[in-house]
């Protein structure tokens, strides 16, 4: 991993373009026109959720693959991940909307047609809105990789991202290290994060997480997370999981909107 420390980089690069930047002084509350650039929603797709009981129904669809809300930057990162597949060192794993269906080696899933839990950062229908990402796993199981573009719906301080948007990118890229170690499922017990540069909206970083040590239930992970060519280290972290039983069953369909 390259140095850089702190470093900012140039907002310009690996943007998308057009971004969607408030203009300075207005108010909060006045409408902003929507800017071309915004994306459409995404068209309904199967409702997918984990059941250990319900039948296999649907065919959730894949969306850690390149779609219309994706930069050049981030497809062209993208396809030099996927040839690191080719042999067998690293494998892309696909993500979906509803429920952790993309969990095979970790939960017998089953898919429901039924209105199911969103995955945090799957809630944004709009392509390119939100995050956009794929996660590699490495031919270890111990080390992730997420390419992700950050996208304009994720803004915290004004053209960049918000701190908690980096936290969950980072909880997901050592998260799913953490389910491939354990083989089971397991939840954060602890997170610590060093925001070391702001990330402008629109970039795309890669976020870069090991297995540092597994110690019975206890999985310790790092983190790191650069931009592509890695000149700016944007943040760092370290986590604890705890593998635990999964007692999976969907939330009421009450709580769970339709879409
Ligand atoms: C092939 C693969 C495909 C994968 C494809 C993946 C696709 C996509 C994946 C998306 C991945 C998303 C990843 C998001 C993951 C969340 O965001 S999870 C949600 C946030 N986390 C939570 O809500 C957890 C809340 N906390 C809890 O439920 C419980 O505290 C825990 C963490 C389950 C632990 O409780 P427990 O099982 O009762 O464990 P407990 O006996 O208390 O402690 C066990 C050990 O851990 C230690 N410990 C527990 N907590 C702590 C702590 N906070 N600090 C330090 N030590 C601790 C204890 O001291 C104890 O140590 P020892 O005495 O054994 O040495």
């Not at 998308?16 to 909060?28: D, E, W």
């Not at 239930?217 to 760092?236: G, H, M, N, P």
């Amino acid at each position: 991993m390259g140095g850089g420390r702190g470093r900012r980089s140039n907002p310009a690069g690996d943007s998308i373009p057009q971004l969607c930047h408030r203009t300075p002084g207005v108010p909060i509350d006045v409408p902003v026109p929507t800017p071309p650039h915004v994306p459409q929603p995404r068209p309904p797709r199967p409702h997918c959720c984990v059941s250990l009981q319900a039948s296999c129904s649907v065919s959730p669809q894949d969306l850690a693959v390149p779609n219309a809300g994706w930069s050049a930057a981030m497809c062209e990162q993208y396809q030099r991940l996927l040839r690191c597949t080719t042999n067998g060192s690293w494998r892309r794993i696909p993500s979906y909307r509803r429920g952790l269906d993309h969990l095979p080696e970790v939960l017998q899933m089953t898919v429901d047609p039924g209105p199911g839990p969103r995955l945090f950062l799957r809630n944004v229908d709009a392509e390119g809105a939100g995050f956009e990402y794929a996660i590699f796993l490495h031919a270890s199981g111990r080390r992730t990789r997420c390419l992700c573009q950050v996208g304009p719906y994720l803004e915290g301080h004004q053209g960049f991202a918000h701190g908690g948007a980096i936290a969950t990118l980072v909880d997901t890229t050592v998260g799913t290290c953490a389910l491939a170690a354990a083989k089971m499922s397991a939840m954060t017990a602890k997170l610590s994060i060093s925001y070391l540069a702001p990330v402008p909206l629109g970039a795309v970083v890669v976020a870069d997480s090991r297995v540092e040590q597994h110690e019975g239930r206890k999985i310790f992970l790092s983190c790191q997370v650069c931009d592509t060519q890695r000149d700016t280290l944007y943040a760092e972290a370290t986590a604890l999981f705890i593998q635990v039983e999964d007692n999976n069953s969907p939330p009421s369909p009450a709580a769970c909107p339709q879409r």
